[in-house]
Each structure stands twice: as structure tokens, then as C-alpha cells.
């Protein structure tokens, strides 16, 4: 080998080629300080420094719960975004694990559980998935469907037992969405629908400030959520028949303009007005007819004297953006409500500030958490309740309302 050291080597000690060109120097170094203390000659090595203990550092994030301590996820629905977004985020999570998987389709159903360590008693289809009742692995169900498919399933998993977490928006109706708070309440179990933006830091920074009053009074609010929908992707096909969705971009992203809204100002719309740029019907990518709405724009008037101006579209480049305009300062969400990389920029008198705040994708791990939390300690969540997510369909039915008659629409105190 003469005085290079063997490829084989480095790998066994882990040391990387540059460290092991630097440490010539260093054997070199040891060996001097080895006949200078003796060794070479039979001598004894200096003491070693001892291990000792710490105290706790400051954590970033409070210690994870033990795995079977940990509450089990049944994740119902195998889509673009359960697969994507939401299984990763579980394992980032401190309360919560998967423990069952459920699917029309029963060999992604068993490729995912393979991947994520459930074993095959936790894989269900559609058809056997009132079996998991008997599951005592499984205590929550989150339903990650098709939005005319969430209050079907939320009555199924509470009528199995199951705290149910249910995407937005919460259902199509609101009298599917009082059916699903109705059936939780007699089951006993808890019903959360999944809100992620008011969890993703920026949000949540733009929330305390506006509540401590750090901006004074709000005026107006503009709010635009769009992007381009494309019914030849699996994820949009349903998205642009009526029959499975619902409803149209409002329904879908233009809910993100109206919940914030909601969260920033901290109160419910009184009235809204509202326009079809594209109403159902109207021809898609491609030239077909499309039964969703695909453009509309609204105002809601809030009692404390803000309005919002909102747009939602699925026929334009991605925007998700939200800003306020109040009294003593701007708060710009740009973008507001993406998966990664959401953005506050406050602008006061003195000029601009970007307050550095954690990572968006925190969002999802913390509404996980905080459902899990609201079980374990026996209380509504803090966001996400039934009467938050009836609330906004209701506001929702009352914009194509509005969109439809061409009148304002006034909306019933939440109740
Ligand atoms: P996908 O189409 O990608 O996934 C939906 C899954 O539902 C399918 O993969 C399928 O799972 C199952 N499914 C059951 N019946 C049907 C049916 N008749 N047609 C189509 N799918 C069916 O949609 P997304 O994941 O994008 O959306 C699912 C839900 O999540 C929606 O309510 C949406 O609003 C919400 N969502 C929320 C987001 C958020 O940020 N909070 C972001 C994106 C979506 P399988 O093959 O396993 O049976």
C-alpha cells in the first residue's frame, strides 16, 4: 500500500478522501506527540477526557411520543395528496402513526403499507372497511376522498368508532356537514377538518399580529387563489364533474381565500357579493364543457367594517396569495397557502420587514398534532371544528348564491 491509504480503508472509517489527504498531517502530528510524551519508549497515554452528561438543551420541537403511545391513523383514500403530502407528514408528527391504509385499489393499498410498516391486517378496501371497527390499532380515520364522498365516510368511521379528520372542504352541503357533526357527537368521538393554513408559521404569525393589534384595524383584504386544472390528470378528472366535487375552484382552492379571510379578521362575513367570470358550463382546456364553476370573484363584508376581495380561477398560473391592508400596516402573504415556501412581508411607516419563521411544511405536521392533541386531552381543536368547516360551505352556497342571482346575499351568524 506503501504510503496511500487503500480506498477500502477510507470507507471503513468513514473518512472522506479531502479529510484523509488532510489527515497525513495529522498521523504525522500523533506520532510526534507520541515520542514526545514517551510512548514510543513504553510510556502511558494522557487521560482520555471522560463522558459526561448534560442537562436537556433547548429543544426545537417538544420529544415525540413512544410509538405505542402514539395515536394509530387510518388514512382512507390512496390520492395525489394522501401519498404526497400527508403520509410523509405523519412520520414527522409527535402524536400520531399510520396503522391502516384504505383503497379501491388493493395493490397500491398493499404497496403503501409495505412501505410504511402496516402489516397486512391493517390494509382495508372500501367493501371490508367497516371491519376496522374491531381494529383497536386504528382511533382516528382520516378521510382523504373526493369532496361529495367526505360526509359518506366520516358517518361510516364514526359509526365504526373512529375520531374522523376530514379534508376541505368538510362536505358539499350543510346539511351533509350537520349529518357528519351529528353523527360524531353520538358516537362520542372527535371530528377535525383539515384547515392546514392557519397552522403553516406565516399564517400563524400574520394571525398574532393581527390579534395582538400590532397592525390596528383592518380595511380591506384581497385574497386570490388559482391555478390551472387539467381533467386529463387523475387528481383533476373529479375535480371537474359536479357530481364528485361539488363545487368548482371556490369549493376547491377559492376556499383558502375565504377561510383566511375568516382567520385573519377573526370574524364571519355578514354579506357577500359575487360574479361568474366562468360559470359552470363553461368550456375547459380542450374546448369540453366543464360542470364546475372555473372562475368567480366575490367580496364578503365583515361587522367590524373590513372587506375582503377574493378571486379563485382554474384557468390561470399558480396564485395563492393573500394580503391585509390595515390601519398601521400591510401583511402580505405571497404566496400564502402553498405546500413549501409561503412568505410574510410587513410593511409599516418605517419600511419593510420579512420575519424569518419556520418551515411551511410544519403545516401539516401540525394540524396532525393538534387533532391528536384535541383527543388526548378531551376538547374541540383549536382549528378545524365542524361548525368552522359547515361555515364556510354555508358562506360558499351563499357566494354562488350571489354569483347566480346577481344580488348581495346576507349570511346567517355561524350557529
Ligand atoms: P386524488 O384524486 O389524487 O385522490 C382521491 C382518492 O380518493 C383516489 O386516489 C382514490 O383513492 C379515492 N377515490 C375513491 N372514490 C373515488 C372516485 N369516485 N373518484 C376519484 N377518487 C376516488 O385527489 P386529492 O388527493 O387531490 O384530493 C382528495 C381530497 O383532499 C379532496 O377533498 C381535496 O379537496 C383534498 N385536498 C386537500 C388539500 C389540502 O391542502 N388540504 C390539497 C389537495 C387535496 P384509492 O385509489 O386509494 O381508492
Not at 507520541?34 to 448534560?54: D, T
Not at 377535525?192 to 400590532?214: D, K, Q, S, T, V
Request: hydrophobic residues 40%; contains cysteine.
Amino acid at each position: 500500500m506503501g504510503g496511500t491509504v487503500s480506498r477500502r480503508a477510507f470507507v471503513a472509517t468513514g473518512v472522506s478522501a479531502g479529510a484523509a489527504v488532510a489527515g497525513v498531517g495529522a498521523f504525522a502530528g500523533s506520532a510526534a506527540r507520541a515520542a514526545a510524551s514517551g510512548e514510543a519508549a513504553g510510556g502511558a497515554l494522557p487521560p482520555a477526557p471522560r463522558a459526561a452528561g448534560r442537562p436537556m438543551p433547548e429543544l426545537e420541537r417538544p420529544l415525540a411520543d413512544s410509538p405505542e403511545r402514539r395515536l394509530g391513523w387510518a388514512v382512507v383514500g390512496l390520492g395525489d395528496f394522501a401519498l404526497n403530502h400527508m403520509l410523509p407528514a405523519l412520520g414527522r408528527t409527535r402524536h400520531c402513526r399510520l396503522t391502516a391504509v384504505v383503497s379501491g385499489n388493493a395493490e397500491k393499498a398493499r404497496a403503501v403499507a409495505a412501505a410504511y410498516g402496516v402489516p397486512a391486517s391493517g390494509v382495508y378496501s372500501y367493501d371490508d372497511f367497516d371491519r376496522i371497527r374491531d381494529d383497536r390499532t386504528v382511533d382516528v380515520v382520516y378521510v382523504v376522498l373526493p369532496n361529495a364522498l367526505h360526509a359518506a365516510w366520516t358517518e361510516r368511521a364514526a359509526r365504526a368508532g373512529k375520531h374522523v379528520f376530514c379534508e376541505k372542504p368538510m362536505a358539499v352541503t350543510e346539511a351533509e356537514c350537520r349529518r357528519m357533526i351529528d353523527a360524531c357527537a353520538r358516537a362520542g368521538r372527535r371530528l377535525m377538518i383539515a384547515y392546514r393554513a392557519p397552522f403553516e408559521p406565516h399564517n400563524a404569525e400574520a394571525i398574532r399580529m393581527l390579534r395582538a393589534g400590532e397592525a390596528g384595524a383592518i380595511r380591506e383584504i384581497v385574497a386570490d387563489h388559482g391555478r390551472p386544472l387539467d381533467p386529463e390528470k387523475p387528481a383533476d378528472r373529479w375535480r371537474a364533474e359536479a357530481a364528485l366535487a361539488g363545487g368548482g375552484s371556490l369549493y376547491d382552492i377559492g376556499i383558502y381565500s375565504l377561510n383566511g379571510a375568516r382567520y385573519l379578521t377573526g370574524e364571519d362575513p355578514v354579506e357577500v357579493r359575487a360574479t361568474y367570470r366562468k360559470p359552470p358550463g363553461s368550456p375547459g382546456p380542450g374546448g369540453r364543457p366543464i360542470d364546475v364553476e372555473q372562475g368567480i370573484a366575490w367580496t364578503m363584508r365583515f361587522p367590524g367594517g373590513a372587506v375582503a376581495h377574493c378571486t379563485s380561477g382554474y384557468d390561470f398560473q399558480n396564485v395563492k396569495r393573500i394580503q391585509v391592508m390595515a390601519e398601521r400596516a400591510s401583511l402580505a402573504l405571497d404566496p400564502a397557502t402553498e405546500y413549501e415556501g409561503n412568505r410574510l412581508i410587513v410593511t409599516r411607516e418605517r419600511g419593510r420587514e420579512e420575519p424569518k419563521l419556520g418551515e411551511s411544511s410544519l403545516q401539516f405536521v401540525g394540524e396532525l398534532d393538534e387533532f391528536a392533541s384535541a383527543i388526548r386531552e378531551n376538547r374541540e381543536p383549536r382549528r378545524g371544528t365542524g361548525p368552522e368547516g359547515l361555515h364556510d360551505v354555508r358562506i360558499m352556497q351563499r357566494i354562488y348564491e350571489a354569483a347566480r342571482t346577481g344580488r348581495p346575499v346576507e349570511v346567517p351568524p355561524a350557529r
